[in-house]
């Protein structure tokens, strides 16, 4: 059977249905659904934590997630938890994974082992859709400009009264010492593209300007670019497959669903340093 390649949006977004990943016919399809829409969900992947590993290193190098509980069976995949208890989700701010780190990862590969029975979706805004949407002077000016992210707040001391930390779903905070600078418009590796490349989550300042402007700009950005035209929304089924590409993407986990367990498996792939 040949994999269906479903968009979800006019703009971000695609569903696969008919696909395995552990199939090599299907990879040329998935690559290319990949770089086309950003972000894909595969639908009804019945495969073990060695097959998401195998899928995730035909893209790159595994990253393994500092912070994040790693599976005890297979450590370079994290756990992506919420006990019915928990009041917080991971990832529940506008975010864009690593990008603390001088070489970002390229994308992130999230499988659906057990959903609530509603809730729980993802949301991502395309970066790419942001960039396009601003004038020409905006992008001359954000053009010139590097903005400083960090994972010490995000993930740091700071954070060790914080539910996650306490309920043993986040650690490590003694490793939490990343500070990385990177362009405000980057050119996509892959793609060739303009995207942006700041989050409310780990961006903390832009470089060489002054505080004041720094603030009011990211706030200008951070609200432009969750503009829901910029948007899809993975509506998640067991077994699903969703990969999304994080330098052309913000995520958010929707924490929507109190009193019920999600549980996924993510495995972050290696990127490279982000250029003008
Ligand atoms: C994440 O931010 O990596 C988690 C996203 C999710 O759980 O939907």
Same mark, same amino acid.
């Given at each position: 059977?040949?994999? %269906? ?7 971000? @977004?695609?569903?696969? +249905? ?12 998935? &690559? ?10 595969? &639908? ?7 097959? *998401? ?11 393994? #997630? ?7 069976? +297979?450590? #370079? ?9 928990? %009041? ?9 994974? +690593? ?6 990862? =390229? ?30 002077? =905006? ?12 994972? &010490?707040? /995000? ?9 996650? /930390?306490?309920?043993?779903?986040? +650690? ?15 050119? *996509? ?18 470089? @060489? ?23 899809? &929304? ?8 969703? =990969?999304?590409?994080?330098? /052309? ?9 109190? @009193? *019920?367990?999600?549980? =996924? ?12």
């Amino acid at each position: 059977m040949v994999p %269906t390649v479903i968009p979800m949006t006019g703009t971000v @977004g695609a569903e696969i +249905h008919g696909a395995d990943v552990r199939n090599d016919d299907h990879w040329p399809t998935i &690559r290319q659904a990949f770089i086309d829409h950003s972000v894909i969900t595969i &639908r009804a992947q019945t495969i073990t934590p060695d097959d *998401h590993i195998a899928f995730a290193q035909r893209w790159g190098d595994i990253n393994v #997630n500092r912070f994040f509980t790693p599976l005890e069976s +297979h450590p #370079n995949i994290a756990v992506v938890l919420k006990n019915p208890d928990d %009041t917080t989700a991971i990832g529940e701010m506008w975010h864009t994974d +690593h990008s603390y780190d001088t070489a970002p990862a =390229m994308c992130s590969i999230l499988h659906a082992i057990d959903l609530p029975p509603y809730g729980g979706d993802t949301c991502f805004a395309s970066q790419y859709a942001a960039y396009d949407a601003l004038s020409d002077p =905006m992008k001359t000016f954000l053009g010139g400009l590097s903005a400083w992210h960090s994972s &010490r707040h /995000a993930f740091g001391a700071a954070t060790l009264d914080h539910e996650q /930390a306490k309920g043993g779903r986040l +650690h490590n905070q003694d490793k939490a010492t990343q500070d990385a600078l990177h362009p405000v418009v980057i050119t *996509h590796p892959l793609s060739g593209r303009k995207a942006l490349y700041v989050n409310p989550d780990f961006t903390t300042h832009i470089e @060489g300007l002054a505080e004041p402007e720094s603030k009011a700009l990211l706030a200008f950005l951070f609200e432009h670019c969750q503009n829901p035209d910029y948007q899809c &929304r993975v509506r998640w089924q067991e077994g699903d497959i969703t =990969m999304w590409d994080n330098r /052309a993407l913000w995520h958010k986990a929707i924490n929507d669903y109190a @009193g *019920h367990r999600r549980y =996924m498996h993510r495995i972050t792939v290696e990127g490279c340093a982000l250029t003008k």
